[in-house]
Structures are given as structure tokens and as C-alpha cells.
């Protein structure tokens, strides 16, 4: 039996001890979730249209992810709207911030490793790029909406009297913390996975502006970006429509 598939069965037990019923269904989130990323590998390399193949995965992730995570159908609800707004709004900005920075593709020092390989498979490197990005982003979007949907919805049910504005101002105090983690465990998250990269950057004496020049770097920074706007815009929309939807059901 391999490493990874004794991981994998010590997570499976965790998260059923520790979630119960909603635990097996965020394993089986991630187990599906992993799929489809394989599904799009393949039908992005057999050729098919990328922007096309995009689109219908963003919503199919987003189900997967905020649906099978969460037992309360309310809380996935307003989620989904939210991240899916959300990732659209992003997926503009995914869009023209990678056209300006023109950092798809293979970079120098791959190109080394790849000697005597064709680097031109025929495909849209740019748009390639595009979909990493967006595929990155839905994570930290779908988190974001399920935390903020999960504290309102809760806070709701313990003061079931409280007024639209006032559940507002309090989904406005939770978004302040929620920010606070999110943004910490992206940075985190990119500074441990980037150690090894900094390292290599320094041992080989690369100056400020090649770091900040090289396509992985830029790459990695840009999803970064993407993933913290994503998570700004994330929080204040979900108060919305949760302290929205509430009100109309009161009425």
C-alpha cells in the first residue's frame, strides 16, 4: 500500500469521526472534486474548446463543493449564488489581468528540461492559464460564502426577532474575521508551497526583477490576488442575500 493511499484512508476516517455525515460528504466533495479536474485534463488535451469546457465545470465544481460540504440546504444555497457571482466577476478580471501580464506558457528554465520535446502541443497556453486561475480561485470563493452563510444562518436561529440590518452589521463583523483566516491560510498556504521555489530563486542569485519576471512566480501571485479579491468580494455579497432571503421568508 502506497503513502498516498494511507493518507487517504486516514482523512476518510478523521473527517467521518470528526464530521459525521457531513464529513463523508465533503471526503466524497473532494474525491469528485478531483475527478473532475482530471475530466477537464483530458478534454482540454483531446482538443476541445477550453472557454467552452470552462464554463460548464465552474458550476459543476461549485455543487460539488458547497452542496456536498454543507448539511443545511439554506446555507449551500445563498453560498452557491455568491461564489458563482462572484467567480464570474473574477473570471473578468482572471481574463484581462492575464492578457496584460502575458506570463502563460513554459518559462526559461523549463525549457531546458524539456530539450528535444515539442513545446507546442497545439493548444491555448493562455487560455490554459486562464482556467488554472479560475479552477484555483473556486476553493477559496466557496469557503468564504459557506463560513459567512453558516455564521449568519446560526446567529439567525438564536435570535430569530433580529432585524435585516442588524443580522447585515453583524455578517459585516463576522466578514472581519473571516477575511482575516482566509487570507492568512492563502498566504500561508502560498509561502509554504513557494519555499522551496524562494530557495532555489536565491541559490542561483536571481536579482528582484527576474524573480518578479519569472512565469511561475507570476503565475502563482496572480492566482493569489485572484483568491484574496475573491474572498473581498465573497463576504459582503453573501450577507446579502442571506440577510435578503431571510427577510422575504419572514414575510
Given at each position: ?169 453583524s455578517g459585516t463583523a463576522i466578514g472581519n474575521d ?74
Amino acid at each position: 500500500m502506497s503513502t498516498l493511499m494511507v493518507l487517504i484512508i486516514v482523512l476518510a476516517v478523521l473527517m467521518t469521526l470528526v464530521g459525521g455525515e457531513t464529513g463523508i460528504r465533503s471526503f466524497f466533495s473532494v474525491l469528485i472534486n478531483t475527478l473532475l479536474l482530471i475530466l477537464v485534463a483530458m478534454l482540454i488535451s483531446w482538443g476541445l474548446s477550453i472557454p467552452i469546457i470552462t464554463l460548464i465545470f465552474i458550476p459543476l465544481k461549485l455543487v460539488t463543493i458547497i452542496f456536498l460540504g454543507t448539511h443545511d440546504y439554506t446555507v449551500a444555497k445563498n453560498s452557491f449564488y455568491a461564489a458563482f457571482v462572484v467567480c464570474l466577476i473574477i473570471s473578468v478580471l482572471i481574463i484581462g489581468c492575464q492578457w496584460l501580464a502575458q506570463a502563460a506558457g513554459l518559462g526559461p528554465k523549463a525549457g531546458e528540461v524539456l530539450v528535444g520535446l515539442s513545446q507546442m502541443p497545439g493548444l491555448s497556453y493562455p487560455m490554459i492559464a486562464v482556467t488554472v486561475a479560475i479552477f484555483s480561485t473556486l476553493g477559496a470563493i466557496a469557503e468564504a460564502a459557506v463560513a459567512m452563510s453558516s455564521g449568519l444562518l446560526e446567529l439567525k436561529k438564536h435570535h430569530p426577532d433580529i432585524s435585516r440590518k442588524e443580522l447585515e452589521v453583524s455578517g459585516t463583523a463576522i466578514g472581519n474575521d473571516v477575511l482575516g483566516t482566509a487570507m492568512n491560510t492563502i498566504l500561508f498556504g502560498m509561502f509554504g508551497s513557494f519555499l522551496s521555489l524562494f530557495l532555489w530563486y536565491f541559490r542561483l542569485g536571481y536579482t528582484f526583477g527576474e524573480v518578479v519576471n519569472e512565469k511561475l512566480f507570476v503565475n502563482e501571485a496572480l492566482i493569489i490576488l485572484y483568491s484574496l479579491i475573491g474572498v473581498l468580494l465573497t463576504v459582503p455579497l453573501s450577507t446579502f442575500l442571506l440577510a435578503r432571503g431571510m427577510s422575504k421568508e419572514e414575510a
